[in-house]
Protein backbone atom coordinates (compact mmCIF):
# COMPACT_ATOMS: atom_id res chain seq x y z
CA UNK A 1 0.00 0.00 0.00
CA UNK A 2 1.51 3.05 -0.71
CA UNK A 3 -0.30 6.09 0.25
CA UNK A 4 -2.71 5.34 3.46
CA UNK A 5 -6.16 7.12 3.60
CA UNK A 6 -9.19 6.00 5.01
CA UNK A 7 -10.61 5.22 1.06
CA UNK A 8 -7.21 2.80 0.49
CA UNK A 9 -7.68 1.01 4.07
CA UNK A 10 -11.14 -0.37 2.97
CA UNK A 11 -9.84 -1.19 -0.49
CA UNK A 12 -9.96 1.85 -2.61
CA UNK A 13 -13.36 3.31 -4.89
CA UNK A 14 -13.55 0.27 -6.57
CA UNK A 15 -14.72 -1.72 -3.96
CA UNK A 16 -16.34 0.59 -1.71
CA UNK A 17 -18.56 1.48 -4.43
CA UNK A 18 -17.79 5.72 -3.35
CA UNK A 19 -15.08 7.69 -3.24
CA UNK A 20 -14.29 8.88 0.29
CA UNK A 21 -12.50 12.47 0.49
CA UNK A 22 -14.37 13.97 3.18
CA UNK A 23 -16.73 13.86 6.15
CA UNK A 24 -19.85 14.23 3.72
CA UNK A 25 -18.12 11.64 1.95
CA UNK A 26 -17.84 8.88 4.86
CA UNK A 27 -21.66 10.18 5.84
CA UNK A 28 -23.26 8.49 2.20
CA UNK A 29 -20.93 5.53 2.72
CA UNK A 30 -22.53 4.83 6.13
CA UNK A 31 -26.22 5.48 4.66
CA UNK A 32 -25.46 3.27 1.62
CA UNK A 33 -23.45 0.56 3.32
CA UNK A 34 -19.97 -1.20 2.61
CA UNK A 35 -19.70 -4.24 1.02
CA UNK A 36 -18.33 -7.01 3.10
CA UNK A 37 -15.45 -7.29 0.66
CA UNK A 38 -14.39 -3.62 1.82
CA UNK A 39 -14.42 -4.94 5.96
CA UNK A 40 -11.76 -7.78 4.16
CA UNK A 41 -9.59 -5.41 2.48
CA UNK A 42 -9.64 -3.29 6.00
CA UNK A 43 -8.87 -6.45 7.81
CA UNK A 44 -6.03 -7.46 5.69
CA UNK A 45 -4.33 -3.76 5.41
CA UNK A 46 -4.60 -3.56 9.18
CA UNK A 47 -3.20 -6.86 9.73
CA UNK A 48 -6.23 -8.31 12.21
CA UNK A 49 -7.49 -11.41 12.41
CA UNK A 50 -10.86 -11.97 11.59
CA UNK A 51 -12.10 -12.82 15.21
CA UNK A 52 -10.59 -9.47 16.63
CA UNK A 53 -12.51 -7.57 13.54
CA UNK A 54 -15.81 -9.48 14.66
CA UNK A 55 -15.32 -8.33 18.22
CA UNK A 56 -14.40 -4.60 17.28
CA UNK A 57 -17.50 -4.26 15.21
CA UNK A 58 -19.77 -6.34 17.90
CA UNK A 59 -20.61 -9.28 15.52
CA UNK A 60 -19.83 -13.06 14.88
CA UNK A 61 -17.05 -14.48 12.64
CA UNK A 62 -19.96 -16.37 11.21
CA UNK A 63 -22.11 -13.46 10.74
CA UNK A 64 -19.21 -12.43 8.22
CA UNK A 65 -18.10 -15.35 6.81
CA UNK A 66 -22.14 -16.18 5.69
CA UNK A 67 -22.11 -13.01 3.52
CA UNK A 68 -21.08 -12.71 -0.07
CA UNK A 69 -18.20 -10.31 -0.59
CA UNK A 70 -20.71 -8.03 -2.66
CA UNK A 71 -23.30 -7.92 0.21
CA UNK A 72 -23.63 -4.76 1.83
CA UNK A 73 -23.15 -4.67 5.58
CA UNK A 74 -25.36 -2.48 7.53
CA UNK A 75 -25.82 0.84 8.30
CA UNK A 76 -24.45 -0.02 12.28
CA UNK A 77 -22.22 -2.47 10.95
CA UNK A 78 -20.73 0.34 8.46
CA UNK A 79 -20.47 2.98 10.73
CA UNK A 80 -18.10 0.67 12.83
CA UNK A 81 -15.88 -0.01 10.36
CA UNK A 82 -15.57 3.32 9.26
CA UNK A 83 -14.88 4.49 12.24
CA UNK A 84 -11.97 2.09 12.79
CA UNK A 85 -10.71 2.88 9.59
CA UNK A 86 -10.33 6.40 10.74
CA UNK A 87 -8.85 5.58 13.88
CA UNK A 88 -5.90 3.65 11.94
CA UNK A 89 -5.90 6.72 9.40
CA UNK A 90 -5.45 8.75 11.91
CA UNK A 91 -2.73 6.61 14.23
CA UNK A 92 -0.67 6.66 10.79
CA UNK A 93 -0.84 10.19 10.73
CA UNK A 94 0.39 10.43 14.11
CA UNK A 95 2.92 7.81 14.27
CA UNK A 96 3.72 7.53 10.56
CA UNK A 97 3.37 3.88 10.05
CA UNK A 98 0.81 1.77 10.55
CA UNK A 99 3.31 -0.99 11.87
CA UNK A 100 4.09 1.64 14.89
CA UNK A 101 0.48 2.24 15.42
CA UNK A 102 -0.67 -1.46 15.46
CA UNK A 103 2.32 -1.69 18.09
CA UNK A 104 0.61 1.38 19.88
CA UNK A 105 -2.28 -0.46 20.04
CA UNK A 106 -1.46 -3.50 22.17
CA UNK A 107 0.19 -1.60 24.76
CA UNK A 108 -1.63 -0.87 28.09
CA UNK A 109 -1.79 2.76 28.09
CA UNK A 110 -1.82 4.96 31.40
CA UNK A 111 -4.10 7.55 30.17
CA UNK A 112 -6.54 4.99 28.95
CA UNK A 113 -7.54 3.60 32.29
CA UNK A 114 -4.46 0.48 31.32
CA UNK A 115 -6.09 -0.67 28.60
CA UNK A 116 -4.85 -1.76 25.63
CA UNK A 117 -6.34 0.80 22.92
CA UNK A 118 -7.08 -2.17 20.25
CA UNK A 119 -9.65 -3.22 23.83
CA UNK A 120 -11.22 0.21 23.03
CA UNK A 121 -12.25 0.23 19.62
CA UNK A 122 -15.67 -1.78 19.70
CA UNK A 123 -17.18 0.99 21.38
CA UNK A 124 -17.41 4.47 20.30
CA UNK A 125 -16.79 5.90 23.51
CA UNK A 126 -13.55 3.89 23.80
CA UNK A 127 -12.62 5.21 20.32
CA UNK A 128 -12.99 8.46 21.29
CA UNK A 129 -10.66 8.25 23.86
CA UNK A 130 -8.01 6.58 21.63
CA UNK A 131 -8.56 9.53 19.03
CA UNK A 132 -8.27 11.89 21.81
CA UNK A 133 -5.18 9.90 23.15
CA UNK A 134 -3.66 10.17 19.36
CA UNK A 135 -4.45 13.99 19.69
CA UNK A 136 -2.63 14.82 22.93
CA UNK A 137 0.49 12.33 21.59
CA UNK A 138 0.35 14.48 18.38
CA UNK A 139 0.61 17.56 20.33
CA UNK A 140 3.60 16.06 22.54
CA UNK A 141 1.54 15.51 25.86
CA UNK A 142 2.73 12.74 27.56
CA UNK A 143 0.26 10.12 27.11
Do not use: C
Not at 20 to 37: A, C, M, Q
Not at 91 to 110: C, K, M, P, Q, T
Amino acid sequence: MTEVTIETLLGGSLITGHSIENSLDLFEVSRSGLPKKSLLSLIDNLGLTLRTAAGLLNITERTIQRKKDTDLLDQATTEQILQIAEIFFRGYEVFGSLDNFRAWLDIENISLGGHRPIDLLGSRYGARMVLDTLGRIEQGVFS
